[in-house]
């Protein structure tokens, strides 16, 4: 602590020279021997000055004088430990790159290799309660099925929706998928970890691993079995050759040991415990945590501490006559410290800014406290709707025009099941930003919930059509549907998922088809 401690802005230490010279002048200044000696004789200089004696004991002078020296040292910034910036995750962001290539479906590990490689996913996410996960996949194309998001649900969603069947490019190009995660990944403001999930590493992209440069961590997890098991193409059907016999999908370890011995890639095999887990979330934090000492922290400025008394000393400068009534200021800081609780409360007030406390709370995950923080539109809309307060954070996104409040509204919008309005907003994101692919995706969901109500009130129309001959009936609503329908109208956030949890498999597989066309004109 000793060996580390230093100043952050060391020329205000010239502060502290400041209030000596101003002493000495003063001092100086009221030797009435020193002004007059070479304008009077010493032996009539003695019997002219009258009250000769100096002074003793604490002067005005000198409580300016220690004020100025200690704002000095207060603006000079006093330091000897580091700490992280605020607005930081804690965590780091996590990329998961799952193998869709034919042989993940081999069943050498039960039920499936893929299917195996989920449920590590889910056990990953399961310790990593709050961070961030990516979701990418990959065959003879990478794509990105998810961004980055804290939203486990979501991403068990889309995990649960890769299959070999929705990549358009068959054979398998895992530096692409290096490429295209690191893309990704490139504007996070904390390094990150990408993990491969495969049943291996074919030994053409072992330069794009070892030849690698980026900040994140590279993590490799093997899946499979040295024996090597059938490829499953169906129910209790099997991948064969043209003698009709079983194809089996090799794992070879050895390669994934050369990887490692020639890159930076951390590697390791599947387990049936949690042990593959367990050394993956250990990894992934230990890293993280090597990487913000070198990059992410900062020197704690303990300047700050010293603002509390610089604001007790300028406080006793009000006063009269010539002294310092420490008697006042002993009841001045007994009064601050009986003061009622109800003002102890508002003391953070002091200190902190509305948006400062509300990132406290929503750090905490108190997000009902945040939202009564925060002042910030963005900071604001996010901590409404974590709490669930969709329409309140449409209404704080709404004080912004630019296209990430534009996407945060349609998000909150598909919560309400207000798919038209949702389309509307992520339409004016789109115009901001023509090539982000997750507004892109949020649209495409939004669209087919829409379709989907539209149908529905084509249904019920039908049914209303069904009415005797002497009966007439008149729609009123419009394309709303018959009036008092009132569980569509008010359709929760959870049946809006569980319906287009449905098809996530045919979103992504168009979605890939779509950006592996478009790479294919390039």
Known sequence: MIAEFHFLRPWWLLAVAAALLLIWLLDRQSDMRSRWKN???????DHLLVGRERASGLRPVHHIAFLIALSGIAVAGPTWERERPPFVEDTAPLAVVIDLGPTMNATDITPTRLERAKLKVQDIMA???????????????????????DDASLVATYLAALSPAVMPVPGKDTASALEAVEAALADETAPGTILFLTDGVER???????GYKGRNDLMVLGIGTPEGGPVKIG????????????VLAQFDVDALKELQSSSPVQVATVTLDDGDVDWIVRRIQTSFAQKSEEGLTRWRDFGWYLTIPVAFLTALTFRRGQKIHWLGALFLFLSLGGAPPAQAADFADLW????????????RGDYQAAGEHFIDPAWLGAAL??????????DAFARSTTAESYFNQ?????HL???DEAIEAYQQALKQRPEWEEAKANMALAERRKKQKDDEEEEQQQEAADLSPDKIQFDDKGKRGKEGRVEGGAQSAELWMRNIQISPADLLARKFAIEASGAAKQ
């Open 204 to 210: 053409g992209a072992f330069p794009a691993f070892s």
């Open 385 to 394: 709707y974590r709490a669930g307060r969709y329409q309140d954070a449409i």
């Open 352 to 363: 902190l800014t509305p948006d400062q406390q509300g990132r406290r709370a929503f750090d």
């Open 39 to 45: 304008f009077i004789a010493p032996n009539l200089l």
């Open 127 to 149: 310790r990593r309660q709050g961070a961030r996960t990516a979701l990418f996949a990959y065959a003879g194309s990478a794509h990105m099925a998810l961004p980055l998001t």
């Open 235 to 246: 129910d209790g059907e099997y991948l064969t050759d043209s003698t009709g016999a079983r």
């Open 417 to 419: 099941d207000k798919a």
């Open 410 to 414: 349609g998000n909150a919008l598909m």
